[in-house]
């Protein structure tokens, strides 16, 4: 199993561009989600979907937009970059019966 | 609603001292609790986990028990080593919410 992958590794965009963060797990898992991670703040939650066709905003949403077409993919789009966007993220899906939440590798993410 | 609290950090060890990192927590329910650790410039691993009160999650030499009795879930090790400098998450899920402490920072001193 490949677990969850998560795309690119490390990204650069100018002020106002858009891009999209991949996610993708094979693990039938119904959720998943993506969180940010700043230095010293921890992790906090964007966006989170309980399954396919359905999403959710987490704590700090503004920004972002995701979908949820099957339950292996979970893309995050970032529709007008700015640098308080720099960070790096994460995406993850939770087994059945929340025994384990699976990670991305993180994407590092600047906006210059 | 649903919450984990952990010592703040940076916890500075020398090498070979005993570690404990206090986590406790607020739910609603019976949630799944973790121990998550990211190593420098890498992502996060699954440390350790628990699944239901008095459930004992070890790893590594780490080791964390789920009392909820008192809602926590410490993280102790008997002798750190200059390798477990990282970052330790503690966290929960309950209904698939999955829920972090802030993380506390860990520098082991040779």
């Known amino acids: 199993n490949a677990g969850v992958t998560q795309t690119p590794k490390f990204q650069v965009l100018k002020t106002g561009q858009s891009m999209t963060l991949q996610c993708a797990q094979d693990?039938?898992?119904?959720?998943m989600s993506w969180y940010r991670q700043d230095p010293g703040m921890g992790l906090r939650l964007i966006h989170y979907?309980?399954?396919?066709?359905?999403?959710d905003q987490g704590e700090v949403p503004n920004g972002y937009n995701v979908s949820r077409s099957t339950t292996e993919d979970f893309p995050l789009r970032l529709l007008s970059a700015a640098p308080s966007q720099t960070s790096v993220y994460f995406c993850?899906?939770?087994?059945?019966?929340?025994?384990?939440?699976?990670f991305g590798q993180g994407t590092r993410l600047t906006v210059v | 609603g649903n919450s984990v609290t952990q010592m703040e950090g940076p916890v500075t060890l020398s090498e070979e001292a005993f570690l404990t990192i206090n986590c406790t927590y607020t739910?609603?329910?019976?949630?799944?609790l973790f121990w998550y650790v990211q190593y420098p410039g890498e992502g996060l691993q699954l440390l350790l986990k628990?699944?239901?009160a008095d459930d004992k999650g070890s790893n590594k030499g780490f080791e964390a028990t789920y009392r909820k009795e008192t809602t926590s879930f410490h993280l102790e090790k008997g002798s750190v080593q200059v390798s477990d400098s990282a970052v330790y998450f503690c966290?929960?899920?309950?209904?698939?919410?999955?829920?972090w402490g802030a993380g506390t920072k860990l520098i082991i001193k040779p």
């Open positions: 993850a899906s939770i087994s059945g019966g929340n025994t384990e939440a699976f």
């Open positions: 693990m039938n898992h119904e959720y």
């Open positions: 979907s309980v399954g396919a066709g359905i999403t």
């Open positions: 739910a609603t329910g019976y949630p799944s």
């Open positions: 628990a699944t239901k």
């Open positions: 966290a929960l899920t309950f209904n698939y919410q999955l829920i």
